[in-house]
C-alpha cells in the first residue's frame, strides 16, 4: 500500500474513505455485516458452459438470496450490475425484496462511474466481476487491492464508508456454510521424492504453441535453489526467475527476477528471521513489474513479514510435485510481483492419463486454489515425480512437458 495517498487520489484532500474488505470465509460463524454507504461485489458462481455470458448455477442463486439476507436492512437505495446474465441474477434477489430496478453501468468506465457513485449521495449495490470490483474499490478509495481469483466467491464482497480516516481493516461474514476451506497447514517436503532436474516446457495459448519455459531445481547445500527461464514473444516476455528455499521445508531465501514481463521487470527480495524463535519472517527489497491498476504502480518497496506457513510462489508452484501432504491443506504464499500473501488450497483431484510431447504419462492431478489464476498440475507417479502439463484454470494457457532430465546424479554446479 503506497503512503502518499494524496498523489493516487486527490480527492483525499477533501474527503475521507475507509475501506473493509469482508472474507466470506466459509468456516466462520456468520455474522452480521456492518453498515456501509456503498456495497461492491463480484458476482456469484456462475456455470461453466464454455458461453461468453453464462447463468448462475444453483448454488450462485442460493448465494445470490444469501447476499439479499445480508443486506436486506442496510438501507440500500440503488442496485448496480453490468449487462451480464450472471451479474444481474446476483443483483435479481436484493433489488427485487426492495422494490428496485437493477440499473446497468459500463465496467469499461469504472473511473467515472466511482465519480458518479460518489457524487450520488445514494447508499447503494455494486455487482460485479474478478477483475472489474477491486479496480471500482480502487478508484473509490485509493487502496490497492489484492486480486481475486476466477474460482473464488468467498472473498469478494466490500464495503466502503465515506467518511471517517483512511485505514483498512478485516470482518469475516459466513456466506458459503455447506463448503469448508481445508485447514490451514505446514508444507511438508517428501525427501524421498525431492531431486534436482531440468524440465522444458512449451507454453499453449488458446491451443497455439507461443512460447517455452525452462525450469531447474538444484539440491545444494540444504537449499533448493530454482530457476524459470520463459519466452514468449508474442507477449513481450523474456525473464529469468531464480529463487532459493530451504530443503526441508520450503521457507524462502531469495527471490529475483530480471528481464521482461510485457514492460521491464526488476526484483529482488531477501527473507530473515524476524523473531528470536523464527517463527516470523521478515521479507525485503523492492518489485518493480507490470500490475493491473488497482495495485501499486512502478517501483514497490517489499517490506514484510511472513508467518511459517508462508511460501514463495514460485517455488511453491516448481516445488509442487515433492509435497508430501495427501490430503487437502491450505497454505499462505507471498507473491513477490506484488508483495501480498495469499491463502492457497492444495486439493488432490484423483489420477488421469495424460500424453504430451515427453510422452504418455499416469499422473495424479492436484490443484492450487486461489492464486489468481488457480492451476491444476499433472504430476506423474514415479518415485522422482515431475510436472508434465500445466492448465491454467479458466485461461486460455497449457504448459506440457517436452524434455525432462534428472540431474541427482549428475556433479553438482560450481
Known amino acids: 500500500m503506497t503512503n502518499d495517498k494524496n ?5 483525499f484532500r477533501l474527503r475521507f474513505f475507509s475501506l473493509f474488505l469482508l472474507f466470506w470465509l466459509t468456516n466462520s460463524v456468520a455474522q452480521t455485516p456492518p453498515d ?7 458476482h456469484m458462481e456462475k456455470q461453466r458452459d464454455g458461453s461468453k455470458d453464462p447463468q448462475l448455477t444453483e448454488k450462485g442463486w442460493n448465494q445470490a438470496n444469501k447476499l439479499k439476507d445480508l443486506l436486506l436492512d442496510k438501507g440500500i437505495q440503488a442496485v448496480y450490475a453490468t449487462n451480464y446474465q450472471r451479474t444481474q441474477q446476483t443483483a435479481e434477489p436484493i433489488a427485487k425484496a426492495l422494490g428496485l430496478d437493477v440499473i ?3 465496467p469499461k468506465n469504472l473511473k467515472d462511474f466511482a465519480e458518479k457513485l460518489k457524487a450520488s449521495g445514494q447508499k447503494a449495490l455494486v455487482v460485479g466481476h474478478s477483475n472489474t470490483t477491486p479496480e471500482l474499490a480502487f478508484h473509490l478509495t485509493g487502496l490497492s487491492q489484492k486480486d481475486i481469483d476466477e474460482d473464488e466467491y468467498n472473498r469478494t464482497l466490500f464495503s466502503i ?4 480516516e483512511l485505514k483498512m481493516s478485516l470482518g469475516a461474514v459466513d456466506m458459503q456454510q455447506e463448503y469448508k476451506k481445508p485447514a490451514l497447514a505446514k508444507i511438508r ?6 531431486h534436482s532436474f531440468e524440465s522444458h516446457f512449451d507454453m499453449l495459448f488458446s491451443e497455439q504453441k ?13 537449499q533448493i535453489r530454482l530457476t524459470e527461464v520463459t519466452k514468449v514473444k508474442k507477449f513481450n516476455v523474456d525473464a529469468t526467475i531464480s529463487a532459493t528455499a530451504e530443503t526441508d521445508n520450503l521457507l524462502p531465501v531469495t527471490l529475483r527476477l530480471i528481464g521482461s514481463m510485457g514492460t521491464a521487470a526488476d526484483i529482488n527480495l531477501r527473507w530473515q528471521d524476524y523473531s528470536p524463535d523464527g517463527e516470523l519472517k521478515q521479507v525485503t527489497g ?4 507490470a500490475r493491473p491498476v488497482y495495485k501499486v504502480q512502478g517501483r514497490q518497496q517489499i517490506d514484510n513479514r511472513t508467518g511459517l506457513s508462508s511460501v514463495e510462489r514460485t517455488t511453491a508452484i516448481m516445488t509442487v510435485p515433492f509435497f508430501a501432504n495427501d490430503k487437502a491443506f491450505s497454505f499462505e504464499w507471498f507473491n513477490g510481483y506484488d508483495g501480498h500473501e495469499t491463502r492457497i488450497q492444495y486439493i488432490p483431484m484423483g489420477k488421469e492419463t495424460v500424453t504430451v510431447p515427453a510422452g504418455t504419462f499416469e499422473t ?16 506423474s507417479t514415479e518415485d522422482k515425480p515431475k510436472v508434465v502439463k500445466i492448465e491454467v484454470l479458466h485461461m486460455p494457457w497449457v504448459y506440457e512437458l517436452t524434455q525432462y532430465t534428472n540431474l541427482s546424479d549428475s556433479p553438482p554446479e560450481n
Do not use: M
Request: charged share 20%; no cysteine; net charge positive.
Open 7 to 11: 498523489k493516487i487520489f486527490p480527492i
Open 36 to 42: 456501509a454507504d456503498l456495497w461492491l461485489v463480484r
Open 104 to 106: 446497468q453501468y459500463d
Open 161 to 164: 464508508y465515506l467518511n471517517s
Open 189 to 194: 517436503v517428501d525427501q524421498q521424492k525431492i
Open 210 to 222: 507461443v512460447g517455452t519455459a525452462r525450469q531447474k531445481i538444484l539440491l545444494q547445500d540444504n
Open 286 to 289: 523492492h518489485s518493480e513489474i
Open 364 to 379: 495424479r492431478k492436484v490443484k492450487l486454489s486461489g492464486g489468481a489464476p488457480s492451476q491444476i498440475f499433472y504430476i
